[in-house]
T-cell receptor, first 113, second 110 residues
Framework: DGGITQSPKYLFRKEGQNVTLSCEQNLNHDAMYWYRQDPGQGLRLIYYSQIVNDFQKGDIAEGYSVSREKKESFPLTVTSAQKNPTAFYLC????????????FGDGTRLSIL | DAKTTQPNSMESNEEEPVHLPCNHSTISGTDYIHWYRQLPSQGPEYVIHGLTSNVNNRMASLAIAEDRKSSTLILHRATLRDAAVYYCILSGGSNYKLTFGKGTLLTVNP
């Protein structure tokens, strides 16, 4: 089945460590996105990529980094510079154009030990 | 980014219709109106979107005001599985960005 796969579902990080969240899609979508969601809040955009080898900062990019070397993959690294990384992280993809719906993965829940 | 305003919560009974309102008075001519819903601990799910005309799909209907400053998501017969947070979002321009607010928490009573 076509879709978006995020792994792992749960992730624990020690203080000062970088950690990478995986996001893979087989929908042949050009655009991919990373969002962060805190309890009781809506989603906030971290980074997005409209095409391979290109990406832009979203509203809360500080402390995060991404790469887009392949169309189907858009990994997110949470660096030690992110002071409050505990959150629910969601990856999405879409076709090109503002009328294209975004398809979301099931999320990764990151916690600090 | 153009903003939307939704009620924090709404309640409905099972098998009754539900009308979820959204105000977007600063919408631009090229903004699409999108609706997503999210169940606890899951990613959002696309429901429906439109530009000017009313839209129907298997999940819901979208009624857009003539001046486009408001819209209503209509669930024709609510089920317990429809209990979720519903987000109304505007998307336009060339960057495909979606800005999620807090949405409306829909409770469906059996």
């Amino acid at each position: 089945d076509g879709g978006i796969t995020q792994s792992p579902k749960y992730l624990f990080r020690k203080e000062g460590q970088n950690v990478t969240l995986s996001c893979e899609q087989n929908l042949n979508h050009d655009a991919m996105y990373w969002y962060r969601q805190d309890p009781g809040q809506g989603l906030r955009l971290i980074y997005y990529s409209q095409i391979v080898n290109d990406f832009q900062k979203g509203d809360i990019a500080e402390g995060y980094s991404v790469s887009r070397e392949k169309k189907e993959s858009f990994p997110l690294t949470v660096t030690s510079a992110q002071k409050n990384p505990t959150a629910f992280y969601l990856c999405a993809s879409s076709g090109r154009g503002s009328n294209q719906p975004q398809h979301f993965g099931d999320g990764t829940r990151l916690s600090i030990l | 980014d153009a903003k939307t305003t939704q009620p924090n919560s709404m309640e409905s009974n099972e098998e009754e219709p539900v009308h979820l309102p959204c105000n977007h008075s600063t919408i631009s001519g090229t903004d699409y109106i999108h609706w997503y819903r999210q169940l606890p601990s899951q990613g959002p799910e696309y429901v429906i979107h439109g530009l000017t005309s009313n839209v129907n799909n298997r999940m819901a209907s979208l009624a857009i005001a003539e001046d486009r400053k408001s819209s209503t998501l209509i669930l024709h017969r609510a089920t317990l599985r429809d209990a979720a947070v519903y987000y109304c979002i505007l998307s336009g321009g060339s960057n495909y960005k979606l800005t999620f607010g807090k949405g409306t928490l829909l409770t469906v009573n059996p």
